[in-house]
């Protein structure tokens, strides 16, 4: 057994600006519309921005953060509010043609104070830059601007709700052109929790409705990728969907390889698939080589499948700063699923595979894991009380099986 400590990096982790920051971050021209629109902005998740607002920018304090909880490296995506937006960009829908052209302005100035963020921390950081699919050409100047800047998270990808019909679906070969792009910039392709889903509404249920629900939807921009042909055509795309598990994508790839025998059989039932070519291999064969799956704060079932995605293609991650991840008990949540698993499966899950895929320095990460000390033999030990005042997701459905 290899006793070195682990070296963890947090896939999933989220950062921002303040919303008066971004200003600076704005091109000039854009000023006067954003004085205005900054006299009534306001973040929509009071409680998360409250008390714990600093982490999203305070580079000090967040890299004192995660070390204290044995993090080393992390992957960032958004969290904040951008310019001309009414909520974070990842929960937030693709614009609409008459909000597009300020909230690109507004995605472009998280771009470039993401940039200057991670260069404050170059080795801990890989962070994720924003596109949206508007304007295939604006999108390929993005991706190439996010290229130039070491931003090596590579792009979040948009994902289009079922409801909004002024942009194509993922499978369309509209977006040949951007696959390109990415594939030329080797950039890794990202989607999370909280993408594509549609309005809820104010009913009764609706936000937990939408939270339970949005994993699926979430599951449609990789089926859209893996069906649409989109790895056939452009075989060296990376694409990762994160806070999303992994329990389900062993289902997931048997459906889609059901469903393409009878595709590439010519009848789906009773519709005609003939004049629709099949894909040249089972959608399995994509998925295993094309896709990872970011784990955040995982069950023993999001472990379980990790034979049939790859152990290769499992990322850990805490969700820092989020409340429903497993911060600042992710030794527990590292004890409570991984427990029983070989000491090399858990190093890759929990740091080599990021490194592989988002390009870190492990050697560079070295010093700061042994100063961590998260070692195999602490994380052999089988977590016997979750913490009680841990608000993380995996842990409140624990409890719950644990008093059905």
């Not at 190439?144 to 070491?150: D, V």
């Not at 893996?226 to 598990?245: A, D, H, K, N």
Request: glycine residues 6%; aromatic residues 12%.
């Amino acid at each position: 057994m290899n006793n070195a400590p682990f070296i963890v990096i947090t896939a999933d982790a989220h950062a921002g600006a303040s919303i008066g920051a971004y200003r600076d971050y704005l091109e000039s021209e854009y000023h006067a519309e954003f004085d205005a629109w900054r006299e009534n902005a306001r973040s929509p998740a009071i409680k998360h921005v409250s008390k714990k607002k600093e982490k999203n920018w305070n580079s000090a304090l967040r890299l004192n953060d995660l070390q204290s909880d044995g993090v080393v490296g992390e992957v960032i995506f958004p969290n904040t509010v951008p310019p001309f937006y009414a909520q974070p960009f990842h929960i937030s829908p693709p614009p609409t043609p008459q909000d597009y052209r300020l909230q690109l302005a507004g995605m472009r100035a998280h771009n470039r104070w993401l940039a200057e963020f991670c260069a404050e921390a170059p080795a801990q950081r890989a962070g994720i830059g924003l596109i949206h699919l508007n304007n295939i050409d604006d999108a390929i100047a993005d991706v190439e601007w996010i290229a130039r800047h070491n931003l090596r998270g590579g792009v979040l990808l948009p994902l289009p709700s079922p409801t909004e019909s002024h942009l194509e679906p993922l499978n369309s070969p509209h977006y040949d052109r951007l696959w390109a792009a990415i594939q030329d910039c080797n950039l890794v392709m990202n989607q999370h929790s909280g993408q594509g889903s549609p309005y809820y509404g104010e009913a009764q249920g609706s936000k937990a409705l939408w939270a339970m629900e949005m994993s699926f939807y979430l599951q449609r921009g990789y089926t859209s990728l893996i069906m649409g042909g989109v790895f056939e055509r452009f075989p060296r795309l990376r694409y990762i969907l994160t806070e999303s598990g992994s329990a389900w994508a062993p289902r997931l790839m048997q459906q889609m390889d059901a469903m393409y025998l009878a595709w590439k059989a010519g009848y789906i039932g009773e519709i005609d698939t003939s004049k629709d070519p099949a894909l040249q291999e089972p959608p399995s064969f994509y998925a295993k080589r094309n896709c990872w799956y970011g784990a955040s704060f995982p069950s023993v079932a999001d472990v379980k499948g990790r034979y049939t995605v790859g152990v290769d293609r499992v990322l850990w991650g805490n969700d820092y700063p989020h409340y429903e991840g497993c911060y600042p008990y992710s030794r527990e949540n590292m004890r409570f699923a991984f427990s029983e698993i070989d000491e090399q499966e858990v190093r890759m899950m929990l740091g080599e595979n990021a490194a592989a895929l988002y390009g870190f320095d492990l050697q560079a990460l070295r010093a700061a894991a042994d100063s961590a000390n998260i070692t195999p033999a602490q994380v052999a030990v089988p977590l016997d009380e979750i913490p009680a005042d841990s608000t993380c997701i995996t842990f409140q459905r624990a409890r719950a099986m644990a008093a059905s």
